[in-house]
């Protein structure tokens, strides 16, 4: 069986890490990653199939009860395939982890996976991040409606941000009127001297006609926002 780079992030979410049963887990994995396949998690790197069957019932036995959610649809740009997820009880409790899934793919077959978990809510690590001293930060606020950005402020943060205001895990390119809302959000927390303007993260698994569409409505909203200054 083999897939597009979306559709292999779509069964790798859903048919592997909500699969419950382990008979059938295995099979999918025989069916959809190579023989050596690797897998990066934020903490190990697994080697082949049988040590992915492996961490995958170990990672569901974890939490039981937890259940996998795709955040937008999966996206493939030439061989790499994305999929943002959450994680959390199945219960209706709101998620407790999220992150995405990033594979390179190879003959219809996930060849490399990275999983990016995020466990922390902004505030319970502003001030680690403040220790980092760094110059400027950038940081994930489109879906949010900019709340890092209040965050930071009621933190006190001293120095340069760049909140985004392109959601970088979704395919859908963001108007310049949007992208100006959300500036105009982040000023009321950061000052105009120390905002930047940038996406939420890096654009590898966006094709570059939405990249080069995106990337002008943010300059034209920049360049709005400016003005109103």
């Not at 990653?33 to 019932?57: I, K, L, M, Q």
Request: proline residues 7%; aromatic residues 6%; hydrophobic residues 40%.
């Amino acid at each position: 069986m083999t897939g597009s780079p979306a559709e292999l992030m779509r069964v790798n979410l859903l048919e592997v890490f909500n699969e419950p049963d382990p008979d059938r887990r295995a099979t999918v994995i025989a069916e959809n990653y190579a023989e050596d396949v690797v897998w990066h998690e934020p903490d190990r790197v697994n080697h082949g199939r049988t040590d992915f069957v492996r961490r995958a019932t170990e990672l569901l036995a974890e939490n039981p009860g937890w259940v996998f959610r795709p955040v937008g649809p999966a996206s493939g740009l030439d061989d790499i395939g994305h999929l943002g997820f959450q994680w959390g009880p199945s219960d209706g409790r709101p998620p407790v982890v999220s992150g995405m899934d990033i594979a390179r793919t190879s003959g219809g077959v996930i060849i490399e996976l990275y999983t990016i978990m995020c466990y922390a809510e902004f505030g319970d690590v502003v001030q680690a991040i403040d220790a980092l001293d760094a110059d400027v930060i950038s940081l994930e606020a489109a879906r949010s409606h900019m709340q890092v950005a209040r965050e930071l402020a009621a933190y006190g943060y001293p120095r340069e941000a760049g909140p985004g205001v392109y959601d970088i895990h979704s395919p859908r390119v963001p108007g310049a009127a949007e992208a100006a809302d959300l500036l105009r959000l982040g000023l009321k927390a950061i000052p105009a001297e120390r905002l930047w303007v940038n996406p939420d993260c890096g654009l590898k698994t966006r094709g570059w006609p939405e990249v080069r569409a995106s990337l002008e409505n943010l300059v034209a909203a920049a360049r709005t926002v400016r003005a109103e200054i």
